[in-house]
DNA sequence: ACTTATACCGCACGATCGTTCGTTCGCTAA
DNA sequence: TTAGCGAACGAACGATCGTGCGGTATAAGT
C-alpha cells in the first residue's frame, strides 16, 4: 500500500467535490464560496483549498464532477442501446428522469454553467463550451443514424435534431423549475419526443 | 414633505439601472455589484445605491427595466398583430431578432436570471416566476386561438405549444452563446417554426 | 438673500472574500 | 523508535462586499 496516501487524497477530494456540485447546483459554479463550503463541512477554509490550490482548480474539479454525474445518469444507462432512433429515444427517457431525479438538487448542473459562462469568456468557459459539443456530438451523430436508418425525416439534419434536444431539455428543465409547473417535466419530454417523430 | 422632482430621481435611476442590465446580462443579477457599477459610471458606491435604498431594491428595478426590454423589443412588434398563428409567426420572428441583436449584451436577460434563481427563493425569484409566467400565458392565449381557429392540431395542448417555445427560445439562446455557433439561432428558429407548424 | 431639499461625495464600519503563512497531528517507512 | 510526509488547522493578510453617517454643492421656493 505504498500509494496509500495518494488514495486518501483523491477520496478526500471527492468529499469536498461532491458536496461542491450540490451546492453548486443551487447557487452556481460562479457563487461557490470556500467560506460557506468550509462550514458546511466543518473544515477551515484553508485545509478545504490546500487540497486544489487555489478556487479556480476547484471549481474546475466540481465541474468534473458534475459531468461525470451527467454522464453515469443518462448517458451510461443508454450506451448498450443499438445507435439510431433507439438510442435516441431513450437518451431522452433517461434525461427527463435525471431532471427529475435529484442528481444535482439545485437543477440540471450544466445548463446553469452554461448560462453562467457563455458570457464570460476564461478556461471555465472553454471547459463547458467542450462539454456541451461532445453531447451534441453525440445527438448528432444518433440522429444522423437514424436519417440514414430511414427512421427520421431524411430532410432533416442532425445538427439541428442536437440543438433542439439540448434546448428543450436545458429550457424546458429551468422554466418547469422556476414555474414549479409539477408537469412541465413531461410536456418537455412530449416536446423532445415530437422532435424526433414520435407522436407519444 | 414637498413633492420632489419626481422625473429627475427617474431620469437619475434610469441611467443607473440601464447600465447595471447591461452589466447583468452578462455576469448575471446575483453577481452585480455596487462597486463595480459605481466604477464603471464614475460614481461614488453611496451616491449610486443612495437612489435605491439597498442593493435588493436595485436589483428589481434592474429586473423590471430588463422585462421592459424584452417586452420592447419582442411583445410591442407584434401586438398589432391578429391573434393566434398569425402573431405566433411574429413572436418566434421577433423573439430570435431580439436574441441576435444586441439588446442584452451577455444574452437573454430573463434566461440568465430564471437559472440564477430557480432554486433560490425569495422576492426577486417570485417577481422572475411572475414575469415567465405572463409571457407563457401570453404564448398560451396565442396558441389555444390558434388551435380553436384549425390553424394548430385540435390535438395539441395550449400550454405544451407556449412552454416548447419558451423553452427552444431560453436554451436554445445559451447552447448558441456557449458553442459560439453562429447558425445556431437559425436552427432555433426553426424548431421553433416547426413547434407551431404541421405537428406529426 | 435666505431657507430648504436633495443629489452626490468622502469616509468608515463590520463582514466576507480568496489566499498565504506557521504549526500541529496522525500515519508510514526505515 | 524515530524521521518524515502530508493533511488539516488557526490566524492573519489585503481586497472587496453592502451599508450607513456627515458634509457639500446646487437649484428651487420664498
Known amino acids: 500500500m505504498a500509494r496509500r496516501s495518494a488514495t486518501d487524497v483523491a477520496d478526500s477530494r471527492t468529499t469536498v467535490v461532491e458536496a461542491a456540485v450540490d451546492l453548486a447546483s443551487v ?4 457563487g461557490l464560496t470556500i467560506g460557506r463550503l468550509a ?12 487540497r486544489f490550490g487555489s478556487k479556480e482548480s476547484m471549481q474546475r474539479a466540481v465541474l468534473e464532477a458534475a459531468i461525470a454525474r451527467f454522464t453515469a445518469s443518462v448517458w451510461v444507462p443508454v450506451a448498450n442501446e443499438p445507435a439510431g432512433l433507439r438510442r435516441l429515444e431513450a437518451i431522452v427517457d433517461a434525461w427527463i428522469t435525471h431532471l427529475g431525479d435529484g442528481t444535482f438538487p439545485g ?22 463550451a467542450k462539454a456541451a459539443g461532445r453531447w451534441l456530438a453525440v445527438l448528432e ?7 440514414a ?13 442536437a440543438l433542439e434536444l439540448y434546448a428543450l431539455a436545458s429550457g424546458g428543465s429551468v422554466v418547469s423549475r422556476l414555474t414549479q409547473n409539477p408537469t412541465g417535466l413531461g410536456q418537455v419530454r412530449g416536446a423532445m419526443r415530437r422532435a424526433i417523430g414520435q407522436a407519444h
Open 27 to 30: 447557487i452556481g459554479l460562479e
Open 39 to 50: 462550514t458546511d463541512l466543518h473544515m477551515s477554509k484553508s485545509g478545504l483549498i490546500g
Open 107 to 128: 437543477g440540471c448542473f450544466l445548463t446553469t454553467a452554461s448560462v453562467e459562462y457563455d458570457a464570460r469568456p476564461g478556461t471555465l468557459s472553454d471547459d463547458i
Open 141 to 147: 451523430s444518433d440522429a444522423a443514424t437514424a436519417i
Open 149 to 161: 436508418a430511414g427512421d427520421l425525416p431524411s430532410g432533416r439534419d442532425p445538427a439541428d435534431v
